[in-house]
C-alpha cells in the first residue's frame, strides 16, 4: 500500500504537521503546545481533578505529571486539596495560568476557523464520522482480533 493511501500515514502526517504549527504558535507565549492543551482542559472556574486530566486528554500520568509540575514551578496552576475528600487535588489556574489558557483558547479557534472556511461542513462532518468509527474500532480491539 502507498503511504499517501495509508489511513494511519495520513493521520500521523497530518497531526505532526498541526502539532508543529501549535508548537510554533505557543513558543511564541514561551509555552509548548502540551501545556496549552492541559491548560484548556482544566475546568476555568472550579478547576479539575487531578485524576481526570490525564485520561480526558489521553495523556500517561507519567508524562502529566512531568507537565504539571513545569507548570506549578512557571506559575500557571497551583494544586488544592478537595475539601470533600482529602485524598484527592484539584488542579486550578493562577492568574497567568488564565491568560495562556486564553492565548491557547484563541489559537485553537484560529486553526478551526481557518479549516472550517476552506472545507465545507459537509466534509468536515465527514471526516468526525471517520475518525471517530476509527476510534470505536480501537476501542472495542476490532481492528488485529486475531492476534
Do not use: C
Not at 44 to 73: D, F, V
Amino acid at each position: 500500500m502507498e503511504k499517501a493511501k495509508s489511513i494511519d500515514h495520513v493521520l500521523r502526517a497530518t497531526w505532526q504537521a498541526i502539532a508543529k504549527i501549535y508548537n510554533e504558535q505557543a513558543s511564541k507565549h514561551d509555552i509548548t503546545m502540551a501545556v496549552a492543551m492541559v491548560l484548556l482542559n482544566i475546568e476555568y472556574e472550579n478547576g479539575t481533578p487531578s485524576t481526570s486530566l490525564g485520561p480526558s486528554m489521553g495523556m500517561e500520568a507519567t508524562s502529566l505529571s512531568r507537565i504539571l509540575k513545569n507548570m506549578e514551578e512557571r506559575g500557571f496552576i497551583y494544586r488544592e486539596r478537595n475539601p470533600d475528600d482529602g485524598r484527592s487535588v484539584y488542579i486550578k489556574l493562577t492568574k497567568l495560568g488564565i491568560e495562556k489558557r486564553e492565548v491557547s483558547k484563541s489559537s485553537v479557534n484560529q486553526f478551526n476557523k481557518a479549516i472550517r472556511e476552506i472545507i465545507s461542513e459537509e466534509k468536515i462532518n465527514h471526516f468526525f464520522e471517520v475518525t471517530e468509527t476509527v476510534n470505536r474500532l480501537i476501542n472495542q480491539k476490532a481492528i488485529f482480533k486475531n492476534e
